[in-house]
């Protein structure tokens, strides 16, 4: 059975910081790439960070997090993070892990084998 359970969410004050962790079991994460998307309220959901499955680690970011979010692996581990810092009343969404055939079709959202049910992060002013 297919899993991907993100943790880590929570309020935290403008400025803070934050890491999520996405906890995978049920496929071979090492061939497949990772993403983060989220959504907020009243709001589509946005691509925000993927991470290749190729070894380089290649990586993309949205523009809007791009020098403050960072997506990670661990393949050993079966895990994906997503340090987040300098974080805004806007970053304020449902943060979602996904699994997919390449980080570069994720950015558009597509390509997408399985996702999770999300946390909840929450940035007060």
């Known amino acids: 059975q297919v899993q991907l359970v993100e943790s880590g969410g929570g309020l935290v004050q403008t400025g803070g910081s934050l890491r999520l962790s996405c906890a995978v079991s049920?496929?071979?994460?090492?061939?497949?790439?990772m993403g983060w998307f989220r959504q907020a309220p009243g709001k589509e959901r946005e691509f925000v960070a993927a991470?290749?499955?190729?070894?380089?680690?290649?990586?993309y970011h949205a523009d809007s997090v791009k020098g403050r979010f960072a997506i990670s692996r661990d393949n050993a581990k079966k895990m994906v993070f997503l340090q987040m810092s300098s974080l805004k009343v806007e970053d304020t969404a449902v943060y979602y892990c996904?699994?997919?055939?390449?980080?570069?079709?994720?950015?558009?959202?597509?390509?997408?084998?399985?996702w999770g049910k999300g946390t909840l992060v929450t940035v007060s002013s």
């Open positions: 996904a699994a997919g055939r390449s980080a570069f079709e994720m950015r558009r959202g597509s390509g997408i084998a399985y």
């Open positions: 049920g496929f071979t994460f090492s061939s497949y790439a």
């Open positions: 991470i290749s499955w190729l070894g380089d680690g290649t990586t």
